[in-house]
Nanobody, 123 residues
């Protein structure tokens, strides 16, 4: 059992900032990747930003230069610093946690999701 808990969502005006936090706990052997996805009303869930255990990061084009994902390994925690927020950023933001079942390259992987935190950006 792995628990994933997000926090930090809220209502902000365009141009404002928010910092989201995601903490993973439970039966974690190797935390391979953590990241953020979001789903706006009427749209599919999309990748926002991810970071791997090696420290590499990946961002959606729409958030590059505005959002920063950081991993705190000792706490199994990632944050998403969101600056210059736009109304189009309004969505439920979900934390994704990918766990490896072993050290081998082909070890099984399992994904866990948080319940989501609402981010609303007003115009």
């Amino acid at each position: 059992q792995v628990q994933v808990v997000e926090s930090g969502g809220g209502l902000v005006q365009a141009g404002g900032s928010l910092r989201l936090s995601c903490a993973a706990s439970g039966n974690i052997f190797i935390l391979n990747r953590m990241g953020w996805y979001r789903q706006a009303p009427g749209k599919q869930r999309e990748l926002v930003a991810t970071t791997t255990r090696r420290g590499s990061t990946n961002y959606a084009d729409s958030v590059k230069g505005r959002f920063t994902i950081s991993r705190v390994n000792a706490q199994n925690t990632v944050t998403l610093q969101m600056n210059s927020l736009k109304p189009d950023d309004t969505a439920v933001y979900y934390c994704n946690v990918q766990i490896l079942g072993g050290v081998a390259v082909e070890s099984p992987r399992a994904d866990y999701w948080g319940q989501g935190t609402q981010v609303t950006v007003s115009s």
